[in-house]
């Protein structure tokens, strides 16, 4: 299988604050990598696919980069809704796999 | 816009077998699409299950193989998950989605279904 990484576990932030946050692949995934935003009590949402195409309506404060083993996420200038979890995952190989995720919390 | 909602029993009891159904609508289950499975617990995170497609084929976890059957159900427009022997390491949100053709990515999502496994 495929192990997904994801640093930081936890990162702080303001309002209008730029985050970023890594995904690392444990083998080549090419370009093959999704990310996708989760908040409390909802289910994950796609966000970034093919590493830095996004999703129809995601606004384009997100952006996504990367590829082969490593990938970021990035949002500027952070809203009040941005506030939730981030997770990657790779799409090249069986079984699916995803990153243990990223909590991104008002500062 | 296509939508999915799981149902099924929130309680099984260990050794048990897990049964939850995915009614898809406002889209047909046979439009060239995979199926998931997914589900999220504390201690492992989001774990994908397996996934099927209009036609029956299947992909599973190697981890969850033995145990695991997804079926579907075109007249009915829905999928369905059985997880077969059961403990409590089962307990876990459980999500279908669709996984998309053109890139094994996986949207939209039902809103989730917790499984508790316990006596």
Redesign the interface.
């Known amino acids: ?1 495929i192990q997904m990484t994801q640093s930081p576990s936890s990162v702080y932030a303001s309002v209008g604050d730029r985050v970023t946050i890594t995904c690392r692949a444990s083998q080549q995934v090419s370009s ?1 990598l ?1 990310w ?1 935003q989760q908040k409390p009590g ?5 966000l970034i ?2 590493a830095s195409t996004l ?1 129809t309506g995601v606004p384009s404060r997100f952006s996504g980069s990367g590829s082969g083993t490593d990938f970021t996420l990035t949002i500027t200038s952070l809203q009040p809704e941005d506030f939730a979890s981030y ?1 990657c ?1 790779q ?2 190989s ?8 990223t909590r991104l919390e008002i500062k | 816009q296509v939508q999915l909602q799981e149902s099924g029993p929130g309680l099984v009891r260990p050794s048990g077998t897990l049964s939850l159904t995915c009614a898809v609508s406002g889209g047909s289950i046979t439009n060239n699409n995979w199926w998931s499975w997914v589900r999220q617990s504390p201690g492992k995170g989001l774990e994908w299950i397996g996934e099927i497609n209009e036609s029956g084929s299947t992909e599973y976890n190697p981890s969850l193989k033995s145990r695991v059957t997804i079926s579907v159900d075109k007249s009915k427009n829905q999928f369905s998950l059985k997880l077969t022997a059961v403990t409590a390491a089962d307990t876990a949100v459980y999500y279908c989605v669709r996984t998309s053709s053109g890139g094994n990515w996986f949207g939209p999502w039902g809103q989730g279904t917790l499984v508790t496994v316990s006596s």
């Open positions: 299988d093959w999704a996708y909802k289910a994950p949402e796609l696919y093919s999703q997770y995952q799409a090249v069986f079984p699916w796999t995803f990153g243990p995720g």
